[in-house]
Every structure is written in structure tokens, then in C-alpha cells.
């Protein structure tokens, strides 16, 4: 009998086996991508966001000629030198002014309220992720978040009425200890220096980077960690080598955009500060300004040319934020190895 002809116990003969698997095109994902990209949809919100690109650079460019340009009318008549002079006399018959003071005040503090900020920043971000338990690390959060949003002015009205009667114990004992240094000498006048405008951008830039860095570190990879821990490793060597590692450029980017609220403050600083056209070697006796400060202060006064004037040391300030944000994102580039995408 012929096996091929057998019936099967349900009547039926078993059909063919094909071990021939069916054949698919091999360019079928990109002819239905190229299909994608033809529909409407597609091309609309190509449009859409090549157009928000260009906008933005138009932006950014008609910003920068705009200060260039009223920048170049202020300066072409400024008889003192305007990167180095020590005064801002603009209603004189020639006017003069100079940004020095400003410049020195404005990365000051900066640089204090950076000091002062991110290691607390980033140390908060990694208790609420790594330390704390789940019902603290969220009511924590939560008030972190409600600081970031507290207007400016509420904190330099807080800085006025309350940081800067209370310095005076911090103030009279860092010239006890340091005063020979020269920057922490202390002729016990009103606490409103260059220290304490640090020390409150510190506290309004805190919640920035907290939140930025907390978000980098939850992205942490879990099998990182536990590779960590089954080594043998620590909970502080854990984050010493695969935490801190894989977000460093998120903290260096959250930094970053707190340097960036530091420098542009305005209200918070001309509350607490006593400015004047100086630079003082100690951080703790009153005087000094930064550009906002002073832009803030003298624009509603100004002539047509005072504001030109002030105009221009905004320009100055474009600048320097253009300076910083094109530093960091060298930094980051150099460090793509730690980023998350790279993990």
C-alpha cells in the first residue's frame, strides 16, 4: 500500500509538509517607512518643528541685533572706558560708565551661590532617592518642588526681613577666624555684601538642581546597582561608582541652569544688597551691583541714553550666559560616556 495514500483516524489524508519558510521582502520596513513619511501627518509635523527650529534662532539673532545695535549707541559715546571704568554717570555732558563693578559683582556671587548650592543639591537628591524611605522621600520632594516655584520677590523680601538681620553672628565670626585673609574682614556694618546675595541665590537655586539631579539619579539603571552590591560594594561605593558616574552630566546640566537663574536674579538681589561702584576685597562689607541688579534699579529713571547705556551692559550679560551654556555643553559632550543615553 502506498503510505502516501493512508488515511489519517479523522478520514483524512495529512497534507504536505512545506519546510520552505514563506518568503518576505527585505525592503518591506523601509518601503512601509517611506510610505509613512509621504502621509500628511508626517510632513505637517516635520513643518512644524523645522519651522519651531528656525524661530527659535530668529529669535535668539533678532535679540542679539537688538542689542548690538543699541549697545553700539550707548558705547560710541561713552568717554570712559566701558569694560573697565569704576562709575555709571550716564546723565554727564560726556557721559561715562563702565561695567567693571558689575561684571565682578555678577560672577561673584554666582560663584558663591554655585559653592554653596550644588553639593547640597545633589546631596538631597541622592538622600530622597537612595537613603530615604518611600513615606520621606516623597512629602520631601513635594516641598522641593513648592520652592522652586516661590516668585523672586517673595525671597528677596524673606532675605531682607530675615537673612540679613541674622548674619551678623555667621558675618562677626568668619572675620574672627578669617578676617587676616582680607576677604572675610568684617567693619561690622549692615550685612548686605556680596556674601549674602550669594548666600540667597544658594537657597532660590537649590531647588532647581535638586529636582533636575533627583530625576537623573531615579534613571540610574537597577542592574547597575545590583552589579555594584553583589560585588560587595557599599551603599556610598554603590553611588560613588555607578550613581554619581552615570548622572554626572545631568548634575553638571541642572548646574548649570541654576548658574544661569543666579546670574539673570534681579529683584532678590536689589532687596538685600547696598550697591554702589566699587569692588571690595572682602565679601562681607556692603556695595557692589550685578547687571540685573542694576539694570532693575536705574531703567525706570534712565534718559533715552541712560537706557541704551543699560541695554548695553545687558548685552554684556547675553553674552556671558551664551559663554556659560556653550562651556557646558562642551563639558557634557566630552563626558557622553557617563550619559544615560550611553549606558
Same mark, same amino acid.
Given at each position: 500500500?502506498?503510505?502516501?495514500?493512508?488515511?489519517?483516524?479523522?478520514?483524512?489524508?495529512?497534507?504536505?509538509?512545506?519546510?520552505?519558510?514563506?518568503? $518576505?521582502?527585505?525592503?518591506?520596513?523601509?518601503?512601509?517607512?517611506?510610505?509613512?513619511? &509621504?502621509?500628511?501627518?508626517?510632513?505637517?509635523?516635520?513643518?512644524?518643528?523645522?519651522?519651531?527650529? %528656525?524661530?527659535?534662532?530668529?529669535?535668539?539673532?533678532?535679540?542679539?541685533?537688538?542689542? &548690538?545695535?543699541?549697545?553700539?549707541?550707548?558705547?560710541?559715546?561713552?568717554?570712559?572706558?566701558?569694560?573697565?571704568?569704576?562709575?555709571? /554717570?550716564?546723565?554727564?555732558?560726556?557721559?561715562?560708565?563702565?561695567?567693571?563693578?558689575?561684571?565682578?559683582? $555678577?560672577?561673584?556671587?554666582?560663584?558663591?551661590?554655585?559653592?554653596?548650592?550644588?553639593?547640597?543639591?545633589?546631596? %538631597?537628591? !541622592?538622600? %530622597?532617592?537612595?537613603?530615604?524611605?518611600?513615606?520621606?522621600?516623597?512629602?520631601?520632594?513635594?516641598?522641593?518642588?513648592? =520652592?522652586?516655584?516661590?516668585?523672586?520677590?517673595?525671597?528677596?523680601?524673606?532675605?531682607?526681613?530675615?537673612?540679613?538681620? /541674622? =548674619?551678623?553672628?555667621?558675618?562677626?565670626?568668619?572675620?574672627?577666624?578669617?578676617?587676616?585673609?582680607?576677604?572675610?574682614?568684617?567693619?561690622?556694618?549692615?550685612?548686605?555684601?556680596?556674601?549674602?546675595?550669594?548666600?540667597?541665590?544658594?537657597?532660590?537655586?537649590?531647588?532647581?538642581?535638586?529636582?533636575?539631579?533627583?530625576?537623573?539619579?531615579?534613571?540610574?539603571?537597577?542592574?547597575?546597582?545590583?552589579?555594584?552590591?553583589?560585588?560587595?560594594? $557599599?551603599?556610598?561605593?554603590? %553611588?560613588?561608582?555607578?550613581?554619581?558616574?552615570?548622572?554626572?552630566?545631568?548634575?553638571?546640566?541642572?548646574?548649570?541652569?541654576?548658574?544661569?537663574?543666579? =546670574?539673570?536674579? &534681579?529683584?532678590?538681589?536689589?532687596?538685600?544688597?547696598?550697591?554702589?561702584?566699587?569692588?571690595?576685597?572682602?565679601?562681607?562689607?556692603?556695595?557692589?551691583?550685578?547687571?540685573?541688579?542694576?539694570?532693575?534699579?536705574?531703567?525706570?529713571?534712565?534718559?533715552?541714553?541712560?537706557?541704551?547705556? =543699560?541695554?548695553?551692559?545687558?548685552?554684556?550679560?547675553?553674552?556671558? &550666559?551664551? !559663554?556659560?551654556?556653550?562651556?557646558?555643553?562642551?563639558?557634557?559632550?566630552?563626558?557622553?560616556?557617563?550619559?544615560?543615553?550611553?549606558?
Amino acid at each position: 500500500m502506498d503510505i502516501s495514500t493512508q488515511k489519517t483516524g479523522a478520514g483524512e489524508a495529512p497534507p504536505p509538509h512545506d519546510s520552505t519558510p514563506p518568503t $518576505t521582502s527585505a525592503n518591506g520596513p523601509q518601503k512601509r517607512a517611506a510610505r509613512g513619511a &509621504t502621509r500628511p501627518g508626517d510632513r505637517i509635523f516635520l513643518g512644524l518643528s523645522r519651522g519651531s527650529g %528656525i524661530l527659535l534662532l530668529a529669535i535668539m539673532a533678532a535679540i542679539a541685533v537688538f542689542l &548690538t545695535y543699541r549697545a553700539y549707541l550707548a558705547i560710541s559715546k561713552d568717554e570712559a572706558n566701558f569694560l573697565t571704568a569704576f562709575e555709571w /554717570n550716564t546723565n554727564l555732558v560726556p557721559p561715562k560708565f563702565g561695567i567693571a563693578v558689575l561684571a565682578f559683582g $555678577t560672577i561673584v556671587s554666582s560663584i558663591i551661590a554655585m559653592a554653596l548650592a550644588v553639593p547640597i543639591a545633589v546631596a %538631597i537628591a !541622592l538622600f %530622597i532617592t537612595h537613603y530615604a524611605p518611600r513615606r520621606l522621600s516623597g512629602p520631601i520632594a513635594y516641598v522641593v518642588d513648592l =520652592l522652586a516655584a516661590v516668585p523672586s520677590i517673595v525671597y528677596g523680601l524673606w532675605g531682607a526681613l530675615v537673612l540679613v538681620p /541674622n =548674619l551678623d553672628g555667621l558675618f562677626g565670626w568668619l572675620n574672627d577666624y578669617f578676617g587676616w585673609t582680607g576677604i572675610f574682614s568684617w567693619d561690622e556694618g549692615a550685612p548686605r555684601s556680596m556674601l549674602t546675595v550669594g548666600i540667597l541665590l544658594a537657597i532660590m537655586i537649590l531647588p532647581i538642581i535638586t529636582n533636575v539631579s533627583r530625576e537623573v539619579f531615579r534613571q540610574v539603571p537597577q542592574m547597575h546597582e545590583e552589579a555594584a552590591l553583589a560585588l560587595g560594594a $557599599t551603599r556610598w561605593e554603590v %553611588i560613588r561608582m555607578a550613581v554619581i558616574p552615570f548622572g554626572r552630566s545631568g548634575v553638571i546640566s541642572a548646574s548649570m541652569l541654576g548658574l544661569g537663574r543666579a =546670574l539673570g536674579e &534681579t529683584m532678590a538681589v536689589a532687596t538685600v544688597l547696598s550697591p554702589d561702584f566699587d569692588i571690595h576685597a572682602s565679601l562681607l562689607n556692603p556695595g557692589g551691583g550685578t547687571f540685573a541688579q542694576n539694570i532693575a534699579s536705574k531703567f525706570n529713571e534712565a534718559t533715552e541714553f541712560g537706557r541704551d547705556a =543699560l541695554i548695553a551692559s545687558g548685552l554684556v550679560l547675553f553674552v556671558i &550666559t551664551l !559663554l556659560v551654556n556653550g562651556a557646558a555643553r562642551m563639558i557634557i559632550a566630552r563626558r557622553k560616556e557617563y550619559s544615560g543615553a550611553n549606558a
